[in-house]
């Protein structure tokens, strides 16, 4: 998620601050860190043409915000293993054996197969992926040529982290909010968690708020750091968000303590609502949950009665079984309890009008709608495809002033599993082009066994990275990537606010690398295409961006921030952009699409007796952002090795011990590591790292650099039991396993001889 900024941005342009001074033949620049997702605004102290430190922004509004991530980064990104050259397969794929090309063979190559593959299966058949966070987004140009050549199928990590729930909200009220932290008087994390070094601007926000005196509620199974700074915290069995939400709602919808005006004049379906609600007397939802029904009607009370409150995006709710209801939910307790677009609560800001933003530059518009219709995932999980978006043009455009709005990416997506069931050769129609930009597939989905199965299956495979990844070890060519130190940034929030952010160049790239932006300036000219990208530079592109603000990139790029004035009760003038104009309780959009338009809540499948415990995956450790930044020793220092957490009572019952390396185990896999006992774990509940490799071992296939040892995505299951139905993402919180000592081989590879620095209670 975007760094937490105040809500009126004003505040950051006028803050009155003096720059630290610098030794003689260093220069600063203004810089966003992109090393995780969050994007701290820092400073790059640059020596002789290198970036030699990166430290804390001089503006008081931003100086708390860095983690050792964003320091370390100069260094991580110098590292020898850093891939300087396009690399071109000569072996068989996964081989390992590569030759150095030049740019330009690479791209004629790549056009020419890609060409073949679009006029041999149609353009369906090339499916592109990013993780828009490491590449500090690809500027929807890669969606802009893929809507031209005539393909729908983009995936993202986002699918499934921050984008659905974009997507889910415009739901109900159309938009994707941000809360208002300097102001609110109660916050709920949901199984969130952030904490000084990871999340690090909203950790500030949400201590700065406690500061102040806003009441702070945390659920999660786990004693987590934030629970334990929390007034409430109420340990919910893993991935029942929804039930435990339909508590709240049965306790302020029977006690009336939601906002009676707000629901007669601006909500529909609340009758339905209720009755809905009425199926979760507390003693079941208490059943459901595993919570006491009293604390759970207190921390109701407490977030309907001492608002204005927020509910800050969770990268938990969105990956459950029951995902697109426990969003629903979240979006309905806001609403109902007046926190929409309210100072103190969270605003839907729309667009900056004076920049051209990243969903007009796709050009969803030229699209057919037969193309859009076939992409994968469309038909049994549309919700945030085009057929589950595309409801929402005529409401965008009457309140936010455009057809599209593709918010933190995650509108109009292809589904993950279906595209890689595609790829494998089992879907309605063959998918035979991958690209991947800033992305390690094999570990950023669920069911690594059927992503690796359709990567073998591709007739091409091109690879935009940094490092040599497992998932870049499958492919036919590997094109050397820049880092955010390396190029400018225009940072629009995502597509979520309206406020953007601006991020100077503060080096030039090494060897051959280059940005998102000039690979794919270089993938339209090899598909002849070049006047998709007309311009030169990505600072001519950003001049053409920016030029309705009446000043070019270099102008702007001095300044810190550009905003719009805050607005609240905006719905007032243009209702909210659902199609009945108002808030929808029940939803018209998902009841036109054949589901349920109102909540609801799947209990977990029957327990097979063979996988008694509980595991929970997705999370990631404060030295790494999701699949990366395993290969710098200061950050593997502190996290040498996977670790699994058990507490000692389960880990006795597994028959298990401190230290040792054992096996994770369920139907569809198994993965390989050390046991840690956390006495912050409740029973019977693992808690799995994700996206683990170490680039110190065997590359290519059989081995994949650890991935086949370590990889949490071969635990994730992707069937129709462990899938939210409207959206066709994995249920990654309570996945049934077994945790088994690993008896029959040593560790794969030599850890690093480390002092381990004491952890936070269980991460
Ligand atoms: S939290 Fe750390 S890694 Fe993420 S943007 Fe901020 S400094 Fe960079």
């Not at 110098?78 to 690399?87: C, D, K, V």
């Not at 018209?588 to 609801?600: A, H, N, R, V």
Request: aromatic share 10%; charged share 25%.
């Amino acid at each position: 998620m975007p760094a937490a900024a105040p809500f009126n941005p004003e505040d950051i342009a006028n803050a009155k601050y003096t720059e630290r001074p610098v030794k003689e033949g260093i220069t600063t620049k203004k810089l966003i860190c992109a090393a995780c997702d969050i994007a701290c605004t820092v400073v790059g102290e640059v020596q002789k043409g290198r970036v030699t430190k990166v430290r804390s922004s001089d503006n008081p509004i931003f100086r708390d915000n860095i983690c050792m991530k964003g320091i370390i980064a100069p260094k991580g990104l110098a590292h020898p293993n850093r891939i300087l050259h396009p690399m071109k397969r000569v072996g068989e794929r996964g081989s390992g054996e590569w030759e150095q090309v030049s740019w330009e063979d690479a791209l004629s190559d790549i056009g020419t197969r890609l060409k073949k593959v679009i006029a041999d299966h149609g353009p369906e058949a090339w499916a592109v992926s990013t993780s828009q966070w490491n590449t500090s987004t690809d500027h929807g140009l890669g969606r802009r040529i893929m809507n031209h050549v005539g393909s729908p199928n983009w995936i993202s990590g986002v699918a499934l982290c921050a984008g659905n729930t974009a997507a889910v909200n415009r739901f109900t009220y159309g938009w994707f909010p941000f809360g208002d932290f300097g102001n609110t008087k109660c916050i709920v994390l949901m199984g969130h968690n952030p904490r000084r070094h990871s999340w690090t601007p909203l950790y500030n926000s949400i201590r700065g708020a406690q500061a102040k005196g806003a009441k702070l509620i945390v659920m999660d199974p786990r004693r987590s750091s934030s629970a334990e700074r929390a007034d409430i915290w109420l340990p919910l069995k893993v991935g029942s968000d929804a039930a435990m939400m339909f508590g709240w709602l049965k306790v302020i919808i029977d006690e009336e303590l939601y906002d009676k005006e707000f629901v007669k004049n601006w909500t529909i379906g609340f009758e339905d609502l209720k009755k809905r609600v009425d199926e979760f007397p507390l003693e079941r939802v208490a059943k459901l949950t595993g919570c006491d029904p009293e604390m759970i009607a207190e921390a109701a009370r407490v977030y309907a009665t001492s608002g204005p409150a927020v509910i800050p995006w969770t990268p938990i709710t969105d990956m459950q079984r029951n995902s697109t209801s426990g969003i629903r939910l979240q979006t309905i307790l806001r609403s109902i309890c007046g926190n929409v677009d309210v100072p103190g609560g969270e605003l839907l800001q729309g667009f900056n009008p004076d920049i051209i933003n990243e969903s007009e530059i796709e050009m969803h518009e030229v699209l057919s709608d037969e193309q859009k219709m076939k992409q994968l995932g469309s038909k049994d999980h549309p919700a945030f495809t085009y057929r589950g978006q595309l409801p929402f043009r005529e409401p965008t455009k009457r309140v936010y002033g455009q057809e599209y709005a593709n918010l933190v990416m995650g509108c109009h997506m292809a589904t993950p599993s279906e595209t890689f069931k595609a790829m494998a050769g089992e879907g309605d129609y063959p998918v035979k082009a991958f690209f991947f930009l800033g992305n390690n597939p094999l570990l950023s989905y669920a069911n690594m066994p059927l992503i690796e199965k359709a990567m073998m299956n591709q007739d091409l495979i091109v690879a935009h990275e940094q490092f040599m990844t497992p998932s870049a070890q499958l492919a036919d060519y590997v094109l050397p990537a820049d880092s955010w130190l390396e190029r400018p940034w225009l940072h629009d929030m995502f597509g979520w606010m309206s406020t953007v952010r601006f991020s100077e160049k503060a080096m030039d790239p090494p060897g051959e690398c280059r940005s998102t932006f000039e690979f794919w300036k270089g993938i339209a000219g090899a598909l002849d295409r070049s006047e998709l990208v007309p311009w030169d530079t990505l600072e001519d592109f950003y001049d053409y961006r920016v030029a309705r603000t009446g000043m070019t990139w270099d102008e702007l790029v001095k300044t810190e921030v550009h905003f719009k004035k805050p607005a609240f009760r905006t719905y007032e003038k243009n209702g909210f952009a659902t199609p009945s104009g108002k808030v929808e309780l029940k939803s018209s959009i998902l009841e036109d699409l054949g589901f349920d338009p109102l909540p609801y809540f799947r209990e977990d499948p029957p327990k097979d007796e063979n996988y008694p415990l509980m595991m929970f995956t997705g999370v990631r450790e404060d030295g790494f952002f999701q699949t990366g930044h395993r290969h710098i020793p200061e950050m593997r220092a502190r996290h040498p090795e996977p670790e699994i957490y058990l507490n000692e009572k389960t880990a006795k019952t597994a028959g298990v011990t401190e230290g040792e390396w054992v096996t994770v185990e369920n139907q569809l896999g198994k993965i390989k590591a050390k046991l840690a006992i956390k006495d912050a774990m409740p029973d019977d509940l693992v808690r799995v790292p994700h996206g683990w490799w170490k680039p110190e071992m065997q590359q290519g296939s059989g081995h994949l650099s650890g991935a086949l040892d370590y990889g949490d995505s071969q635990l994730c299951r992707d069937d129709a039991d462990f899938l939210d139905r409207e959206q066709g993402i994995p249920h990654i919180k309570g996945i049934p396993c077994r945790v088994v000592p690993l008896v029959a081989e040593a560790p794969a590879s030599k850890p690093a001889e480390v002092t381990r620095p004491v952890m936070e209670p269980a991460e």
